[in-house]
């Protein structure tokens, strides 16, 4: 018994490490297609970052101000949730 786990052992030991050797090989032999998509997908994620920060100057005010002009800030306190949802 203790002879067949040593022999499994060792083979799962040569063929992991066989595997790792053989994939290295195989990446070194191939052109490196990862850097030039990565550079594309940079810049793909560049110029959706700029057309949504012009979009979001241009947007309405913020929250905050849009509740001063409505004149929910005088010093009331604000609503309950449950009053807003019955409409007490």
Not at 28 to 34: I, K, T
Not at 48 to 74: F, I, K
Request: no cysteine; charged share 25%; hydrophobic share 40%.
């Amino acid at each position: 018994m203790i002879r067949r786990l040593f022999w499994l052992v060792l083979g799962a030991v040569l063929g992991v490490t066989g595997y790792r050797r053989a994939t290295a090989l195989a990446r070194s032999l191939r052109p490196v297609r990862g850097a030039a998509s990565l550079a594309h997908f940079a810049g793909d994620v560049r110029e959706g970052m700029a057309l949504y920060m012009e979009r979001q100057a241009a947007a309405a005010p913020s929250t905050l101000e849009t509740h001063r002009r409505r004149g929910l800030d005088q010093g009331r306190p604000a609503p309950h949730p449950d009053e807003l949802k019955d409409g007490r």
